[in-house]
């Protein structure tokens, strides 16, 4: 099965998979480096991508709508103690 080499968001730019692969590098190398700059012993970052799409039918329309949004995990042990962020 071949990748894409572009995404298409919202519906008039494109942007290559490359450069949203080097941006989500760049969010988890930022957070790795600040937990270990606080003396974090052990760090981690997990970053999602969901995609969600709808189509509704009413009366000879369809409504169709589709979703992109990203999530961001960090865990840390500190002192060797598991350390959750808060929001």
Do not use: C
């Amino acid at each position: 099965m071949m990748l894409p080499s572009r995404v298409m968001l919202f519906r008039w730019r494109y942007v290559s998979i490359t450069t949203i692969h080097n941006q989500k590098k760049q969010l988890a190398d930022a957070a790795l480096n600040t937990a270990k700059s606080l003396g974090a012993t052990y760090a981690d970052v997990r970053i999602g991508r969901y995609l969600n799409h709808s189509s509704v039918r009413r009366e000879n329309s369809p409504d169709i709508g589709n979703t992109e949004s990203f999530g961001v995990g960090v865990r840390v042990i500190t002192k060797g103690t598991w350390v959750l962020p808060q929001q």
